[in-house]
């Protein structure tokens, strides 16, 4: 690809979305097996090892174009990260930082799980925990994705992102228990 091809190639592509960009349909169930041979394939042809015989301007419209590539493939990988992209490209402000309102019986939910995490001791403790935070997850992205795909109510989607949110967060803290149980 010459420079110039480069740099219309990349001007082009960074004025898609994220899922455009993969070819993909905007959804928040998605194959990830095509998204990663998608982001595979695009990166074999952008990667600024491939351009270092370009001049300037090829290579920075290919580094441009890796880096924008590498950040939409990290958002659509991550379902927290899917929704949220999701939820902005139609509309809805998540304001995740200033609304944190969460139903009482989840919060409940939550200061039980974290105070069974830390009278956690040993592995088989972490793993029934991680196993409950493992299908709690399965089942709001299942939620999530009838919100977003099924009646596209973008707006009751951003509760369920705050909840996925929650868990994403407990499945960090579980993750560093067995690091402390390790160390």
């Given at each position: 690809m010459s420079a110039?091809?480069?740099?219309?190639?990349?001007s082009e592509d960074l004025k898609k979305n994220h899922f455009e960009l993969f070819g993909l349909t905007p959804a928040y169930a998605l194959d990830l097996e095509h998204l990663d041979r998608a982001y595979l394939d695009i990166q074999s042809h952008i990667h600024p090892d491939r351009h270092a015989q370009a001049g300037d301007a090829g290579r920075r419209a290919s580094m441009e174009m890796t880096l924008q590539v590498n950040e939409a493939h990290r958002t659509l990988k991550s379902?927290?990260?899917?929704?949220?992209?999701?939820?902005?490209?139609?509309?809805?402000?998540?304001?995740?930082?200033?609304?944190?309102?969460?139903?009482?019986?989840?919060?409940?939910?939550?200061?039980?799980?974290?105070?069974?995490?830390?009278?956690?001791?040993?592995?088989?403790?972490?793993g029934r925990l991680e196993k409950k935070l493992f299908e709690d997850?399965?089942?709001?992205?299942?939620?999530?994705?009838?919100?977003?795909?099924?009646?596209?109510?973008?707006?009751?989607?951003?509760?369920?992102?705050?909840?996925?949110?929650?868990?994403?967060?407990?499945?960090?803290?579980?993750?560093?228990?067995?690091?402390?149980?390790?160390?």
């Amino acid at each position: 690809m010459s420079a110039a091809a480069a740099k219309a190639s990349t001007s082009e592509d960074l004025k898609k979305n994220h899922f455009e960009l993969f070819g993909l349909t905007p959804a928040y169930a998605l194959d990830l097996e095509h998204l990663d041979r998608a982001y595979l394939d695009i990166q074999s042809h952008i990667h600024p090892d491939r351009h270092a015989q370009a001049g300037d301007a090829g290579r920075r419209a290919s580094m441009e174009m890796t880096l924008q590539v590498n950040e939409a493939h990290r958002t659509l990988k991550s379902p927290v990260q899917r929704a949220k992209y999701l939820l902005e490209l139609n509309g809805v402000d998540v304001g995740f930082e200033t609304n944190t309102a969460m139903p009482p019986d989840f919060l409940m939910e939550q200061m039980e799980l974290r105070e069974a995490l830390e009278g956690a001791r040993e592995p088989e403790a972490l793993g029934r925990l991680e196993k409950k935070l493992f299908e709690d997850k399965e089942r709001i992205e299942a939620q999530i994705a009838e919100r977003i795909d099924g009646v596209h109510d973008y707006a009751g989607a951003a509760e369920l992102v705050r909840k996925l949110m929650f868990l994403d967060k407990l499945d960090e803290e579980i993750n560093a228990a067995y690091e402390a149980l390790d160390g």
